[in-house]
């Protein structure tokens, strides 16, 4: 893409960060715009524009091109005004593709859950392997900021970015599809297209399913020839690679499941068995997912990226065996917690504390299918935890699964995650001195 306008960017993450720096080297006398819906800009060299006044300065054309960030839904109407006025709207990953995607092998991997954990493995095992592998998109680098540093770029995908994605991959590859993002989106139909453009679409590229994928009809119609799938592991492959899992710091049937489809993608994209088996022991839980801090008698398990109801469903069945409080619900984005709820007991869940909003639905959900379960609606994750203090005879691990985003409370998923952490040592701990 030529850049001989202005450039808007909407949004202030890393992503438009890394934009404006990949704008500047190529373009220094580029003029460079910023908009944001909430706080403050903050983009070096870059003129603020307010919402309110996108639409004047769309319509008197004061830049050529828009890079949305991914957190800013392109359903947005300002995005269907800047069609109607001849101004595109791309990405940090379009522009990534458009720059540095030729000569390049591309794996691209999304899914409901388990992406994050997929894509990583996966440049563990290739790397382990001797191949050329480095990962980008929502965990690594942002795409503009690795570049051409590798030959093999591994990309982990939302459904954000899977929507607008103008490129093909080499290998794509699907985990699971479960509905979330409905505020983004529009509707779960959408989030569903959105996220499986990444693979129905022509073209020869690979793609692999994870088991979560496999026997879903959505995804079956959007692989539309499947003699595009990867091979299935053989027998052999699986019973090294199960092996390798059970000594691992991998946690549940779920990390088993995405292990196999990232053994599958990196056998595909080169790798050998033995560097598969060095990647998956090479592996450490992602910051917020499973991940466990042990104070005095009681486990405390900060699995804070979980957002969906199937996220927690996952983290529960990690830890089955055991008596589990449940901190769970955020941000409202319509998610079904019906099923969730008969299933809390057989899990080993004896209190529920819930959090708003939509702990309130999952509270009620949970009092009918499961009586026997201590249900306590908080305010907030602070009285959530002085709750559990008064309840500490009742349970062996805490578990913070809240399947829903943060964003009615928090910044964002890592800050309840560390304020999670941060009032146990402090409620728990402090008490018992």
Same mark, same amino acid.
């Given at each position: ?18 934009? #404006?720096?990949?704008?500047?080297? #190529? ?42 960030? $991914? ?7 300002? +995005? ?15 522009? /990534? ?41 929502? &965990? ?43 505020? /983004? ?114 486990? +405390? ?55 708003? &909003? ?12 499961? $009586?026997?379960? &201590?249900?306590?609606?908080? $305010? ?40 999670? &952490? ?12």
């Amino acid at each position: 893409m030529r850049f001989e306008e202005p450039v808007l960017l909407y949004g202030s993450g890393r992503e438009a960060k890394s934009t #404006r720096d990949f704008l500047k080297a #190529r373009h220094p006398e580029l003029p460079v715009f910023v908009t944001v819906d909430t706080g403050e800009p903050n983009i070096e060299g870059a003129q603020t524009i307010a919402p309110n006044d996108l639409k004047a300065a769309i319509a008197e054309r004061r830049f050529g091109v828009i890079v949305k960030s $991914p957190g800013v839904s392109r359903y947005k109407p300002i +995005f269907a005004l800047a069609q109607d006025a001849g101004i595109p709207v791309t990405s940090n990953l379009n522009l /990534w593709a458009a720059a540095y995607r030729d000569g390049l092998t591309v794996i691209a991997i999304t899914g409901t859950k388990g992406k994050s954990t997929t894509a990583t493995l996966t440049c563990l095992m290739l790397t382990r392997s001797g191949i050329d592998a480095g990962l980008a998109g929502n &965990v690594g680098l942002a795409p503009l900021e690795i570049a051409a540093k590798h030959r093999t770029v591994i990309l982990e995908l939302s459904s954000y970015q899977t929507a607008d994605m103008n490129f093909l991959p080499d290998i794509a590859a699907i985990t699971n599809l479960y509905p979330e993002h409905v505020d /983004w989106h529009g509707s779960v139909e959408r989030y569903f297209a959105d996220k499986l453009h990444l693979i129905d679409r022509d073209g020869g590229f690979a793609v692999a399913l994870g088991a979560g994928a496999k026997g879903n009809a959505l995804v079956a119609r959007a692989v539309r020839d499947h003699r595009r799938l990867l091979r299935d592991l053989t027998r052999e492959e699986m019973q090294v690679i199960d092996k390798a899992v059970l000594g691992s710091r991998l946690k549940g049937s779920h990390n088993l499941d995405n292990a196999r489809l990232a053994a599958t993608i990196a056998l595909a994209a080169g790798a050998t068995l033995d560097g598969i088996v060095a990647g998956i022991a090479a592996f450490v839980p992602l910051p917020h997912r499973l991940e466990e801090h042990r104070l005095g008698n009681v486990v +405390f398990v900060n699995d804070s990226i979980s957002t969906t109801p199937e996220a927690t469903k996952a983290a529960l069945a990690a830890y089955k065996g055991t008596r589990l409080a449940l901190i769970a619900g955020g941000h409202e984005r319509e998610q079904d917690y019906a099923e969730l709820a008969t299933l809390l007991s057989g899990y080993g869940v004896t209190i529920l504390v819930c959090l708003p &909003v939509t702990g309130a639905r999952l509270a009620a959900a949970t009092r009918e299918a499961a $009586p026997s379960i &201590v249900v306590i609606e908080a $305010p907030d994750l602070g009285q959530a935890m002085h709750t559990l203090h008064q309840q500490r005879q009742s349970f062996d691990t805490v578990i913070l699964s809240p399947g829903a985003p943060s964003y009615n409370q928090f910044k964002n998923f890592e800050e309840r995650g560390r304020t999670f &952490v941060a009032l146990a040592e402090t409620i728990f701990i402090g008490k018992q001195l």
